[in-house]
């Protein structure tokens, strides 16, 4: 018989994973953009202990921008685990984020390149698929996944500078990497991009971010028509409210906020990586997704769309 000791521990292990993730409120935090994972409270959890491998993507190699750290290290970690190694781009402050999943990714048996660089840069994008494949000798899974976001309280504080610098960063390196990307990959080859629940709703405090991720959708299914006789699929995933550094660095995030960020999803709280990160899987297997090309996936907790 159990003590009344450990009951609690036992009843968490058999709670399902969607009851067991960090509960609101968070601490009281904010940081400066980009924001570093290894600084958040709760730290995001990317471990996905439930999650069971089955060399899905044995011998593949994956490009992740903003790998670093929130869904893009969950989603090295889990392509590790599934036999593919992988190449992660990030900004050059984000360093040590980088190298934890650099040893997370390792930990798994797998090899992990990493490529500091600002994605806006000119030939900065060319420049992460050859060294992918120069590092690996082949390019077989891209995720566009790196973003920037900034709150503004009314649409005359959005500049013309945010304006570009939002467009700069979430949707043109998207259509750079594909055409890069070209170049190399075969058929059976997938390509994933990071959309957003404000791509579906839009967001009054987002309008350049809310556009890009209804762009990323466009190009998505653009993408997966021209693609589609060279055997490439390509989708997108549209994550709700997720603790990242992403919100808890944005500059119109105020602490209290931050500590109840995700309060108004169906869940009552944000998604933790590890619960995004499968998604990413599922598209990227061609034995679980070979009939799937031009879809956007919602993954939101809760929040419906039509259809």
Request: glycine letters at 8%.
């Amino acid at each position: 018989m159990p003590t009344r000791k450990n009951v609690p521990a036992a009843r968490r292990r058999r709670a399902p994973q969607m009851t067991r993730e960090p509960k609101l409120p968070f601490p009281k935090q904010h940081q400066q953009a980009p924001g570093l994972e290894s600084r958040l409270k709760p730290r995001p959890r990317f471990k996905a202990s439930r999650y069971r491998a089955a060399g899905k993507l044995k011998g593949k190699v994956a490009l992740i921008t903003g790998g670093d750290s929130g869904i893009g290290r969950a989603i090295a970690v889990l392509y590790a685990r599934e036999g593919a190694n992988v190449a992660i781009s990030y900004l050059p402050q984000e360093q040590a984020d980088a190298q934890a999943t650099r040893r997370a990714v390792t930990a798994h048996g797998r090899r992990c390149l990493l490529l500091p660089g600002d994605l806006t840069g000119v030939g900065m994008c060319d420049y992460l698929v050859e060294e992918t494949v120069k590092e690996f000798g082949k390019l077989d899974i891209l995720v566009s996944n790196a973003a920037h976001q900034a709150r503004k309280k009314t649409l005359e504080d959005v500049t013309d500078q945010e304006f570009d610098l939002t467009f700069q960063t979430n949707i043109y390196p998207y259509f750079r990497l594909v055409r890069a990307a070209m170049r190399h990959m075969k058929p059976g080859g997938a390509i994933i991009a990071t959309s957003s629940e404000t791509a579906i709703f839009g967001s009054e405090q987002l309008p350049d971010y809310s556009s890009t991720k209804g762009a990323i959708n466009a190009l998505t299914k653009t993408l997966a028509s021209l693609l589609i006789e060279k055997g490439i699929r390509v989708n997108a995933v549209a994550p709700g409210p997720v603790w990242t550094p992403l919100n808890p660095s944005d500059p119109g995030m105020t602490p209290a906020k931050v500590a109840q960020f995700g309060k108004n999803n169906p869940m009552g709280r944000p998604a933790q990586p590890e619960e995004v990160a499968p998604a990413y899987v599922f598209l990227a297997s061609d034995a679980d997704s070979s009939y799937i090309t031009g879809t956007v996936l919602p993954v939101m907790g809760g929040e419906t769309t039509g259809g």
